[in-house]
């Protein structure tokens, strides 16, 4: 089983609507959780953090944690073309130190 | 401000050159990182520098070799590289280690020959 685990896509949504990207890890004692936005041939850029169970907003974005359930999620509303990326889930594997293990990411992509 | 620069932006480089990447940040960050990353795949860790010691070191060949002069400072040293080292490398920052937030410079698309 993969530490971080995120369907690769590509998920593909209609201008305005609701993307819901999903990622599940498999270490209990994990602590912290990041979604990383990356366009392609950049680098990664920090969309959201979580570190407590339940909902986090941020403008469009939302995180979701449910550490019974080991599973991290972020929903975008209205979604808009400039939000076509590979989103990266990040989890602190181990909750010590620095390991931030990444999934493998979902491509989104939003069509007009 | 959440910057960090790394020069150069594109380096090509052949299999006996002897090269080196900066990475630069002036947030007040005592943790710094190297990553690597293929075309369409996650970062990898290469090695992680707190207070400017290194602490983590991910089983990286001997032909990368990380250097922290400073706290705002973090070098990669390249020598005897191979073609399947061609990558994007990237530098990050955080406050300390453990859960803080990772913050990414641009990187350096490195092309070995």
């Known amino acids: 089983q993969k530490e971080v685990e995120q369907n690769s896509g590509p998920l593909s949504v209609p201008e305005g609507a609701i993307a819901s990207l999903n990622c599940t890890y498999s270490?209990?004692?994990?602590?912290?959780f990041f979604w990383y936005r990356q366009y392609s041939g950049k680098s990664p850029e920090l969309i959201m953090s979580i570190y407590s169970n339940g909902d986090k907003e941020d403008g469009r974005f939302t995180a979701q944690l449910n550490k019974a359930s080991q599973y991290v999620s972020l929903l975008i509303r209205d979604s808009q073309p400039s939000d076509s990326a590979t989103y990266l889930c990040?989890?602190?594997?181990?909750?010590?130190?620095?390991?931030?293990?990444f999934g493998t990411g979902t491509r989104l992509q939003v069509t007009l | 401000d959440t910057e960090v620069t790394q020069t150069p932006k594109h380096l090509v480089m052949g299999m006996t050159n002897k090269k080196s990447l900066k990475c630069e940040q002036h947030m007040g960050h005592r943790a710094m990182y190297w990553y690597k990353q293929k075309a369409k795949k996650p970062p990898e860790l290469m090695f992680v520098?707190?207070?400017?010691?290194?602490?983590i070191n991910e089983s990286v060949p001997s032909r990368f070799s990380p250097e922290c002069p400073n706290s705002s400072l973090l070098n990669l040293h390249l020598h005897a590289l191979q073609p399947e080292d061609s990558a994007l490398y990237l530098c990050a920052s955080s406050h300390r280690t453990g859960n803080d937030i990772q913050y990414f410079g641009a990187g350096t698309r490195l092309s070995v020959l």
């Open positions: 270490d209990r004692v994990s602590q912290s």
């Open positions: 520098y707190s207070y400017e010691k290194l602490s």
């Open positions: 990040a989890v602190n594997i181990g909750g010590t130190a620095s390991k931030l293990t």
